[in-house]
């Protein structure tokens, strides 16, 4: 076991920012804390769809004959169930059988490639899947046992049935792309779901919480949104349509009274652009997922004023959320937002060459604690690689190396700084991907940017910039002109793509893909403009 | 108003401990929105959004502090205090005396207007947050901070330590350093602040005690929490002159809800030895045992006199620390003999867990250590000779 050098003030100044830990039911299953819930809550809303409210009594009736339905199918404690369902009510139900059988839940798209399904469903052992839509996925995937959500024979019981899964067991995977081009399964256990939404310190997760459902399952930010609610007593409300309009979005958030919200840092600059109004209404606005705007959030900051935005941060691998930032008016002092302190029962470090980082000094971001996930399925190496145990001030850790990095403010903030895969070398100089977009989101006429590194005709490495502005005298030569007299000209980019919108994932996040693809891919240089 | 069969009657210009028609108006009232639910929320560990509707609506919530409006608040504590459950009249108390009372004493008519009506209605829960981990009795080592950040307000962080509503609350009225002071001298540079609970950076944790169970006693931590500068409370820096006051008011709160509880526990305690038989004869026909009660019903009776005269002073705005910390100590600590009484009588019944003797032993044990201990009042009383 490696050992973290360290002074004795920076070890202070970490146990103070990692001081966390709170009470939390980490020997409760979800199904266990669900139906705590449903006892205590019986008649509350625990799930809205459209104009249906469904109540706790009635949720844990459903998934307990469903969960019957489910066991007599083959579902075994231990067993991977993927699961493409169409957000409704039946979806969380699902969920919730899936936990009360003891099995693990594997949320899949099945517009995914082949190859990639495949991959995934044999990393899980994956036999079963489960799915209410039409498609054929028998023949697609013979290896698996397809259970049609409407078709199959829910128990007659109603009573709980016994627990088959503790708090150490898995309660679902997660797929994230890896590095080397095959997605990785992460594991995570009961007990984390547990950490994420009990004595939450990011926002407010009681009984009286309305959280909306607007996340994919596939996106892990679906498990604070789903289960933040329904281990609380809460209300989740599922998002009406597969995609999101803000007209929509705001008629959602006005009617059901949703307390707390979640959006990724592209649909939350999306809406700060197009109708802040949306979220008028919303007492707690989180956002994160990728590095934030700053001219968006001093925007917001100024629409919906300090102490309802909350600037979140967390890879997969540790449970959705690991850091909060509560967005005030010294919040972009230092150029860009904080991502903050630890949450709740989280403790993270900085390191570089094997030092704790003092402030001010640029590390790895490491994060510890129960939302661990216990590793990747199939792939022993990376999770060798990633989930590391350190001795950092005479206390072993067991750390998740994000791959990203950072530096703490005096104050125990935390700074964002980039992938550490985004610190990319061109012609020999190091680059900073996230630097460069600063600078490029710094412009007034900008509205939105994504920079990224892509290839140029003879096989070189070369910045390409991809924005949209607000300003229609603006060029991309104009823009390039700007950036030579802030940047040093390695870091302009080679290229500046004019885009009208800059697309999505799924997951809300930029789609690199399809930005390179559309633009660079074409190799036509009238969009530059 | 009420939809109890009637209305509480119109405040009398001499109001006094005497007020039969209102004291028959706050039974029913409390008969009918506390009484059926007690021990619910003594399961859940607190009151239900739907007691806190029903207190509001009954206008229960909305007594005075001062003046002759304040004799109907002794009243109601004492009635609130009769219904056996300290956990939930020490909710209710803090929900509607204890935190708002620095509203009410130090806000301004902005403030007053913008969060009176919501207490008075029950519609928003109030909290107060004093004690620390390291700071209870001797608040000198307070460390909850709260950095100025102009005409943006406020970052707190800190922890506070046995909030009362801590789990449901909205509001939570904060005892916060807000300028460096000297070791030792913590409430120099410290302020109050009307924190939203709701607010990012917020946590909870219960801290369920032995008894009180209602009362909702929770830890809360502030990471980061921004508070807009137009929640101080009173001045900045003062919170030492305001902590001073409004503690007086807690204990006198505090002395006539266990002046209410002593009432019940007596109450049972003579029901208990009228009825039950040994050796076939009822308990009571022991004169040792009736000379017990009889001391003890004593005590109650001045203790109860001497609540009123407390009050009294509070009505005409002369409380004093002295008077609120004899009425705390002294009724606190009879409703504690009184609660051992009941439990030993009852003989193993009373020892039963789940039995309302039990539930009084353990609910008087915190009478006796929560706003402001024993040892600490005896200290004031023999400070203020």
Known sequence: MDEIRYTEESLFLYRQINSTSAPYPSQSSIKQLFERCAEDFGDKVAVSYRDAKVSYRELNRRANKLAVGLRRAGVNPGSAVGIYMNREIGLIVALIAIAKCGAVYLPFDSSWPEERLQGIFDDAECEYLLVNGPEDLASRFPRCQVIQFDQITAGAAEANPPNLATAEEIAYINFTSGTTGRPKGVAIQHRSIARLVSSSSYARLDDRVVLLNLSPLTFDAATFEIWGALLNGGTCVLYPSAAIRLSELRQVLQEQGVTVLFLTTALFNAIVDEAPETLASVPCILTGGERCSESHVARALEYYGAGRMVHVYGPTECTTFATFHPVGPASLTQGTLPIGRPIQNTRLYLVSDGSLCRPGEAGEILIAGPGLSPGYLGSPQSSHEKFVDYDIGGVRERVYRTGDYGYLLDNGDLMFQGRVDDQVKISGFRIELAEVSLAIDRHPGVRQSYVTVGEAAAGERTLLAFVTFNDDELTAKSLRDYLRLHLPGYMVPSRVYVCARLPLQANGKVDREALLSAYHGAGDASMTR | ?385
């Open chain 2, 1 to 385: 108003m009420s939809d109890i069969g009637f209305e509480p009657p119109a405040v009398a210009a001499d109001l006094a401990a005497d007020d039969n028609e209102f004291r028959e108006y706050v039974r029913h009232a409390l008969g009918k929105v506390v009484l059926p639910s007690a021990e619910t929320w003594e399961g859940h560990g607190r009151i239900e959004t739907e007691g806190w509707r029903g207190l509001g609506e009954l206008g229960l919530l909305a007594l005075g502090h001062t003046g002759d409006e304040f004799m109907r608040s002794a009243i109601f504590l004492e009635e609130l205090g009769r219904t056996g459950y300290a956990g939930v009249r020490a909710a209710i108390a803090v929900h509607a005396y204890m935190a708002p009372s620095y509203l009410e004493m130090f806000g301004t008519a902005e403030q007053k207007a913008e969060y009176l009506p919501d207490v008075r209605l029950g519609r928003r829960v109030w909290a107060l947050a004093i004690t620390e981990p390291d700071a209870g009795s001797d608040l000198r080592h307070l460390k909850t901070r709260a950095d100025d950040l102009g005409p943006a307000g406020y970052k707190v962080n800190g922890q506070k330590y046995y909030v009362a509503n801590g789990s449901q609350a909205d509001y939570v009225v904060t005892l916060v350093k807000t300028r460096p002071a000297p070791v030792g001298r913590a409430l120099t540079g410290a302020s109050i602040l009307l924190i939203d609970a709701g607010s990012p950076g917020v946590s909870r944790c219960s801290q369920p005690m032995m008894g009180w169970r209602s009362a909702d006693l929770c830890s809360l931590r502030f990471i980061d929490v921004l508070v807009p500068a137009n929640r101080l409370l009173g001045r900045l820096d003062r919170a030492l002159v305001q902590i001073v006051q409004a503690l007086d008011f807690e204990r006198l709160v505090a002395g006539l809800l266990a002046v209410g509880g002593i009432s019940y526990c007596l109450e049972l305690l003579h029901a208990f030895i009228r009825e039950h038989q040994v050796m076939d004869s009822p308990l009571d026909a022991n004169q040792a045992l009736r000379h017990q009660v009889a001391e003890l019903d004593c005590d109650f009776q001045l203790v109860r006199q001497y609540a009123y005269h407390a009050a009294r002073l509070q009505s005409r705005g002369r409380l004093d620390s002295r008077t609120a910390s004899i009425l705390k100590l002294k009724a606190t600590e009879l409703a504690v003999t009184a609660a051992q009484k009941c439990v030993q009588y009852h003989g193993a019944r009373g020892y039963l867990k789940g039995s309302a003797p039990a539930r009084l032993y353990c609910d008087a044990m915190g009478s006796t250590i929560a706003g402001g201990a024993s040892e600490l009042m005896r200290e004031m009383i023999y400070q203020a000779w």
